[in-house]
C-alpha cells in the first residue's frame, strides 16, 4: 500500500495512477482533511495508532484497522460499527520483537483477542499486522524472526479456530523485502515510492478545516 503521511493529495494522485489502490494513513486527523480533497477510488487503511476517543471519525474514513491493539479498542469499535451501521476489517497489531517503544499486544494475549473478535459481529478479523525493529540496510536478515513469528502465530490461530485469516500487514521501506518472503500479503510502503517525508506535515487548506469539525469525538 502506499503510506501517504505527512504528503499532501497529490500523492494519493501519483499512487492512484500508478496502479496503487490502497492508501496507507497513520492519523485520523491528516485524513480526516486530505482524504476528501484526494481522487476518489483509493481504498483506505489506517495504519497507526488507534485512540479509543477517535473511533467514530475513523470508522467514516477508512474501511481497515492494522492497528487494533487490544480488546478495549476492539470491543470501542464494535459498539460503534454497529451504531452507525459499519462493517471494518481489522488486523490485530502484535509486538513479535518485544520493544517497549513498539505498540502491539503480547503473543500470548493474541488468542483472547482473536476469540473477542470472531465474537464482534460487525468486525472481521483479516489478520495480523506487526513493525520489526529499525536496522541498517546491511543487517535486514536479522528482522526475519520477526515477520516468521507473525506468520507462524497466524498460522496457530487459524488451527486453534478453525478459521482464515488471510492479511499478514509487515514490511517497510527498509526491510519490505524480507517480509513479502516470510508471507507479507501487505507491506506499508512510503519513502521508496515518494523520496523522504517532508520536515514539516502538509498543512489543510482553511477551506479543508471543516472535515474535522464534522466529527464529534467520543
Avoid at 473511533?55 to 451504531?83: M, N, Y
Avoid at 543487517?139 to 516468521?148: I, M, Q
Avoid at 500487514?169 to 524480507?178: I, L
Amino acid at each position: 500500500m502506499a503510506v501517504t503521511k505527512t504528503h499532501g493529495p497529490e500523492v494519493v494522485r501519483e499512487a492512484w495512477d500508478a496502479g496503487l489502490r490502497i492508501v496507507g494513513e497513520n492519523k485520523v486527523q491528516e485524513a480526516a482533511w486530505k482524504k476528501p480533497l484526494s481522487v476518489g477510488g483509493p481504498d483506505w487503511h489506517l495504519i497507526g495508532h488507534l485512540q479509543k476517543n477517535k473511533v467514530r471519525p475513523a470508522l467514516e474514513l477508512f474501511s481497515t484497522f492494522h492497528s487494533v491493539d487490544s480488546i478495549p479498542l476492539l470491543e470501542r469499535i464494535q459498539r460503534v460499527a454497529e451504531e452507525i451501521g459499519a462493517r471494518p476489517s481489522i488486523l490485530l497489531e502484535v509486538n513479535m520483537s518485544g520493544e517497549r517503544s513498539k505498540d502491539g499486544m503480547r503473543p500470548d494475549d493474541v488468542p483472547a483477542a482473536v476469540e473477542c473478535a470472531l465474537g464482534c459481529p460487525n468486525v472481521t478479523l483479516e489478520g495480523f499486522m506487526t513493525m520489526a525493529p529499525f536496522v541498517p540496510a546491511d543487517k535486514v536478515e536479522e528482522t526475519r524472526p520477526v515477520f516468521a513469528g507473525l506468520r507462524e502465530l497466524r498460522d496457530a490461530m487459524e488451527a486453534e479456530f478453525g478459521a482464515s485469516f488471510p492479511r499478514l500487514s509487515m514490511g517497510m521501506t527498509n526491510d519490505y523485502r524480507v517480509a513479502v518472503e516470510e508471507g507479507a500479503t501487505w507491506i506499508r510502503l512510503g519513502t521508496v515510492l515518494f523520496g523522504e517525508r517532508p520536515k514539516a506535515r502538509p498543512a489543510p487548506p482553511s477551506d479543508a478545516d471543516d472535515c474535522n469539525l464534522s466529527f464529534t469525538l467520543v
